[in-house]
T-cell receptor, first 114, second 117 residues
Framework: AQTVTQSQPEMSVQEAETVTLSCTYDTSESDYYLFWYKQPPSRQMILVIRQEAYKQQNATENRFSVNFQKAAKSFSLKISDSQLGDAAMYFCAGDTGTASKLTFGTGTRLQVTL | GAVVSQHPSWVICKSGTSVKIECRSLDFQATTMFWYRQFPKQSLMLMATSNEGSKATYEQGVEKDKFLINHASLTLSTLTVTSAHPEDSSFYIC?????????????FGEGSRLTVL
């Protein structure tokens, strides 16, 4: 993706509840990948979920799922049954293939409260 | 999953000295590695793309003479911050793709925190 936008600097969710993080992107490519990465306080970047643009089915990884709206260029992340360990910075990112650069959004800080 | 290791994880140096940060792919080969810089509470900013056996490609605004990148093997890329100054203090993160895979996934190192006094 050439630009990635995250409009929510911070979000908060109660434990066991569901939260959705927003992401929009813009690209002129027809084939690309979109990602959500998590960065906990340790600052190690961890891949949460990946979506190939050519796949219509939304990706799901356990409690994490995406709502990929290709026409709207939207790629939101839904976290179900939120846990304290989900608290972190979440970055939306995109690229156009194995040799291309990954472009990151500005991030959303997620707080999980009891 | 694939592992990328960065070393050192934390370094403090005096102004004017040079610091080398290593990025290794431990269980896969990476023809391309990426170096990012992250300021506190900000996103990752791509500095350069490290290409095995050839010159690195730098992003606009990144001084190639200040940030020397060498990618001498398929498992190692190094970033050298030359004549470091306090404004170079930052968190530097490398990432790499598995050359044999086609998933698009980037694997990240643990990051290196540089503090220049």
């Amino acid at each position: 993706a050439q630009t990635v936008t995250q409009s929510q600097p911070e979000m908060s969710v109660q434990e066991a509840e569901t939260v959705t993080l927003s992401c929009t992107y813009d690209t002129s490519e027809s084939d690309y990948y979109l990602f959500w990465y998590k960065q906990p306080p340790s600052r190690q970047m961890i891949l949460v979920i990946r979506q190939e643009a050519y796949k219509q089915q939304n990706a799901t990884e356990n409690r994490f799922s995406v709502n990929f709206q290709k026409a709207a260029k939207s790629f939101s992340l839904k976290i179900s049954d939120s846990q304290l360990g989900d608290a972190a910075m979440y970055f939306c990112a995109g690229d156009t293939g194995t040799a291309s650069k990954l472009t990151f959004g500005t991030g959303t800080r997620l707080q999980v409260t009891l | 999953g694939a592992v990328v290791s960065q070393h050192p994880s934390w370094v403090i140096c005096k102004s004017g000295t040079s610091v080398k940060i290593e990025c290794r792919s431990l269980d896969f080969q990476a023809t391309t590695m990426f170096w990012y810089r992250q300021f506190p509470k900000q996103s990752l900013m791509l500095m350069a793309t490290s290409n095995e056996g050839s010159k690195a490609t730098y992003e606009q605004g990144v001084e190639k003479d200040k940030f020397l990148i060498n990618h001498a093997s398929l498992t190692l890329s190094t970033l050298t911050v030359t004549s470091a100054h306090p404004e170079d203090s930052s968190f530097y993160i490398c990432s790499a793709r598995d050359a044999s895979a086609n998933t698009g996934e980037l694997f990240f190192g643990e990051g290196s925190r540089l503090t220049v006094l």
